[in-house]
């Protein structure tokens, strides 16, 4: 009976001691640390005290300041922005410098809700006024104006608990879910059917089977794009308690910035399919070995920033890492001199463009094919099928010979005759290589020279020099070998006799031997049928097959 009495006698008294322990706690705006502390403090459940709160609206009247102030704290718990005072700056003179122009303000969450900021008015922090103003506005966006009908519609039993939720939140919940997996079936096939149309207007092509099938994957995750932005608008509705709701929206975040990073690849994937389409169809191959490159730049790229954007969402300072990262990166590129270069290298190569896959070409010691063209070093295989890998920062600075440019091989060679060849035979043969030349399919019959332009040391030279028009090496050969064959046939038929270095004593004549000097047939009707039968037989003449290309 006693304790009971105690008890009635001092319960007065520790409440009013509560009350006025709640009293001496007192309005702080002075910083934004404690213009925050002030309006969440005072709009919890054992400290609510929203006159107070709505100290930290500036300039409207108490009952306005009132619901603006709550509203604020409703949003923030809506979108599960959990505000961590340890982070909040307490200089009461911070600039925020992140903009072009410094302004004496702090932006709470610069991402996900920028339009909610403090500022300095006078030497105190309040909410500003252009956040006082939108407040309601975005209030609305949160909490649409369904949201309070349903919550009177709801009966009594709709509020009991299960497992911690509201029976009316969990009905609410999985139809939500519900409604999503439905917006998600919808939205990818009009997705697709939007993807199709819009790859037609820009390539102007049919869709081939490659193409279609990347095109479904990009479709996938846009729905799944359209369903989460479907869930992120309406959760906040269902009035979750502000852990829940940083959590859930955590998730959200997390699995909207991977469906982006999931499109975006999928998107290169798709640039890079035809753009491979279109370099296929241009004359050289430099672009076709650009495509790999491309490819997994661009892949790359999107990686990191994703893989940026993740830890940003953990409440990762990314600048500071960036900074660090660049820092870091220019120790390393100081270091590693030669592959910068090699890079810069590459980069010139493409933009020059020297030179295309499968180009002949001679760069200082190094003669071969182009294999491939790499981001530190190109590969050239020679011709004895041996491969040089030369360093692009090299490769770019050297004078490259790009025979596969040319627009015709040329060909020149020497034809030595005997020095006690007849002129007319001389004459005779010189016209006659020159008809085979016009006659010849793979020779420019209006860019050639067969002269009798010298003398040498053991015989009479003829220059023999024409353009093939096929740039193939075993075209080339082919061709070759029937110019040769042609010119000794007519050589045989003209009696005209190749000479070869050696020395020769002459003695006119021995006693009874006849002259060792060839008979050499200077008739005109000889030369002419000779001659004759020597084109006769060309023209007639089917040239072997091609042999499989070396070079």
């Known amino acids: 009976m006693k304790r009971k009495l105690w008890i009635l006698l001092f319960f007065p008294l520790i409440t009013l001691a509560q009350i006025q322990s709640l009293d001496s706690v007192k309005v702080d705006v002075s910083n934004p640390n404690a213009t925050l502390t002030t309006h969440l403090y005072f709009l919890q459940q054992d400290s609510y005290q929203p006159k107070k709160a709505a100290k930290t609206i500036y300039g409207l009247e108490e009952n306005i300041a009132i619901r603006k102030a709550i509203k604020i704290k409703k949003i923030l718990d809506g979108k599960g922005l959990y505000v961590d005072l340890k982070k909040i700056t307490t200089n009461p003179k911070y600039v925020d410098s992140t903009g072009y122009t410094a ?54 039993y709709g509020h009991k608990k299960i497992l911690g939720i509201e029976l009316w939140q969990l009905v609410a919940l ?110 050289g191959r430099l672009d076709d070995q650009l495509v790999p490159i491309l490819h997994n730049f661009l892949t790359g790229l999107v990686l990191v920033v994703g893989f940026f954007n993740v830890l940003r969402l953990f409440g990762v300072d990314t600048t500071t890492l960036i900074a660090g990262a660049t820092i870091g ?19 010139m190569i493409f933009m020059d463009k020297p030179f295309h896959i499968d180009d002949w070409i001679e760069a200082g010691e190094v003669v071969g094919t182009v294999e491939k063209v790499g981001f530190r070093s190109t590969r050239v295989r020679a011709a004895d099928t041996s491969i040089y890998q030369i360093p692009n920062s090299k490769l770019s600075e050297m004078v490259v010979n790009n025979k596969g440019l040319r627009l015709f091989r040329r060909y020149n060679t020497n034809l030595g005759v005997r ?26 019959s209006d860019s050639y020279n067969v002269e009798f332009s010298g003398f040498g040391d053991s015989a009479l030279l003829i220059m023999v020099n024409v353009y093939f028009k096929s740039l193939a090496w075993s075209t080339e050969q082919t061709s070759k070998h029937r110019l040769h064959m042609a010119i000794i046939k007519l050589a045989a038929e003209l009696g005209v006799e190749f000479a070869f270095p050696s020395t020769t004593v002459t003695i006119e004549q021995f006693p009874d031997k006849s002259n060792l000097s060839p008979k050499y047939d200077t008739s005109q009707a000889k030369i002419d049928a000779s001659i004759s039968k020597v084109l006769t037989d060309f023209k007639n003449d089917t040239p072997p097959e091609n042999t499989p290309e070396i070079e």
Do not use: C
């Not at 997705?191 to 790859?199: C, E, G, I, N, P």
């Not at 020095?419 to 420019?444: M, S």
């Open 174 to 283: 999985l139809l939500v879910f519900g409604i999503a997996l439905l917006i998600f079936a919808l939205t990818k096939k009009i997705a697709f059917w939007v993807l199709q149309r819009v790859q037609h207007q820009i390539t102007k092509t049919n869709l081939n089977f490659e193409v279609k099938i990347v095109l479904k994957k990009l479709a996938h995750p846009i729905s799944l794009l359209v369903a989460l932005g479907f869930v992120d608008l309406i959760f906040p509705s269902l009035q979750f308690s502000l852990e829940v709701n940083a959590w859930v929206f955590l998730a959200i975040n997390i699995a909207r910035t991977i469906f982006w990073i999931y499109v975006f690849l999928k998107l290169v994937k798709v640039i890079m399919q035809i753009y491979a389409e279109f370099t296929e169809k241009t004359h």
């Open 329 to 347: 990166g220019l120790a390393v590129a100081l270091a590693s001199q030669d592959t910068v270069k090699n890079l810069i290298g590459t980069i």
């Open 419 to 444: 020095y006690d060849t007849p002129p007319a035979l001389i004459e005779a043969f010189v016209n006659g290589v020159r008809q085979i030349v016009i006659e010849h399919p793979e020779t420019r």
């Open 103 to 156: 302004y004496a303000r702090y932006i709470l969450f610069p991402d996900r809700m920028p339009d909610i900021y403090l500022e300095k008015i006078n030497s105190n922090w309040y909410y500003s006024s252009e956040t006082v103003a939108k407040i309601d506005a975005i209030y609305s966006n949160v909490f649409p104006w369904y949201v309070e009908e349903l919550q009177d519609s709801i009966p009594v």
